[in-house]
């Protein structure tokens, strides 16, 4: 028996694309590097994205198609190719970003959020480019804190892939999961899921230039900062407590999560939140509701910077959940110690690019 092409495409015309429920010929799907030699045919099929789902099955119906209706002694050798470009390998993904910083504490509710939303506006205060992500995929944040709930990105096709475009607001660019779905189905979601639609909010995502990406983490130590850390070149953790001995013992867990010597993410210091309340009426008066000064003297036992120092005030709050975090207002003892913290978060990360090698990102060995 001789092969030719047509018998082969006249095969491959039997089998349909589900996507499109077109042949694969129709569809142009068969590449035209079609060699054949002797019994044996060798050709890729294009698929618009290299993730696309039916690619494994189209192949097998492709090779199905070949053996019956050509015959079973062909050697098929089929390879899939994508007009869409792949997603850059993890630590490869944003090579316009100058720095990582992953906002973290071991305990829930000791205000990361509040922090990373503030440290992100007080630094593009200072005028650097700021993107943050609120990488809380089962808690999202961002979008309340900045008040941009109804925001829906688009996606822009950019060098030959469609790329998320992420929401601005305050001069800063965000992303969150709660951009795409609501909060109460993502909590639905298994381990995988999540950590592929981070990928996808780092990797698939038009972040550009930037100097500081800010990254607000889920409370704990999940899977998904396993996922952070695997995928993104942290250069360095920021981490949150107040001055209560619990959260003090879970910043401690927190710290060690990125010390490890499997992971060696630099610490840049601790955040005191909660440090004390002072009432409006009373500006002179500190009262030290959660003991006094206990992150700092964790920072001195870790030899870790204390970054930062902030008060319960209500204004925090309240403008948290209005969508104008209290660094819009330099003038205010509030955004004082933001621009505070801002200004020691950027020392230390230039300390830390002057005295330690870039961060590698985290492999598994399987
Ligand atoms: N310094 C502060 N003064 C007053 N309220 C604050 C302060 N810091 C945080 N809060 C408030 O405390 C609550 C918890 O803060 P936030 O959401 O930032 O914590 P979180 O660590 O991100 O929580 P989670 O672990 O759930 O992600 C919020 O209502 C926030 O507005
Ligand atoms: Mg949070």
């Known amino acids: 028996m001789t092969l030719y092409p047509k018998l082969i495409l006249d095969a491959l015309a039997t089998v349909r694309y589900p996507g499109s429920g077109k042949n694969l010929v129709e569809a142009e799907m068969v590449a035209d590097n079609l060699r054949i030699d002797g019994m044996k045919v060798s050709f890729s099929l294009v698929f618009d994205k290299p993730t696309d789902p039916f690619m494994k099955s189209v192949v097998k119906s492709a090779e199905t198609a070949i053996h019956t209706y050509v015959s079973k002694d062909v050697e098929v050798s089929i390879s899939t190719e994508s007009r ?35 440290l992100a506006v007080a630094l593009s205060k200072l005028g650097y480019k700021v993107g943050l992500l609120d990488a809380d995929i089962f808690g999202p944040s961002v979008p309340k804190m900045f008040q941009v709930e ?13 790329m998320i475009i992420p929401v601005e607001k305050y001069g800063i660019k965000l992303l969150s999961i709660g951009f795409f779905v609501n909060p109460d189905q993502a909590t639905l979601w298994r381990g995988g899921m999540a950590s592929n639609a981070l990928k996808q909010l780092v990797g698939d995502a038009e972040w550009g230039e930037l100097d500081y990406f800010v990254l607000d983490t889920p409370p704990g130590t999940s899977d998904i900062h396993l996922t952070l850390l695997q995928t993104l070149a942290i250069t360095g953790a920021v981490i949150v407590s107040t001055p209560q001995e619990v959260a003090l013992a879970d910043a401690r867990k927190g710290i060690n999560m990125y010390t ?12 005191e939140n909660m440090a004390w309340f002072t009432p409006a009426e009373l500006p002179e008066n500190r009262y030290y509701l959660f003991g006094k000064e206990g992150t700092k003297r964790l920072a001195e036992e870790l030899h870790v910077p204390l970054l930062g120092q902030i008060p319960i005030v209500q204004s925090i709050c309240e403008n948290g959940d209005k969508g104008t975090p209290v660094a819009l207002d330099e003038n205010s003892v509030t955004g004082q110690a933001f621009i505070e913290l801002a200004r020691n978060v950027v020392y230390q990360t230039e300390k830390r690019n002057a005295e330690l090698a870039p961060t590698e990102i985290v492999h598994t060995h399987k």
């Open 260 to 271: 490890n010597d499997k992971v060696n993410v630099p610490i840049l210091g601790l955040v």
């Open 84 to 118: 869409q470009a792949a997603r850059p390998e993890p630590g490869k993904m944003l090579p316009q970003v100058k720095n990582v910083i992953a906002v973290s504490s071991g305990k829930g509710g000791v205000g990361k959020s509040t922090v990373a939303a503030n």
């Open 150 to 162: 109804d925001a829906r990105p688009y996606a822009e096709e950019i060098n030959g892939r469609d």
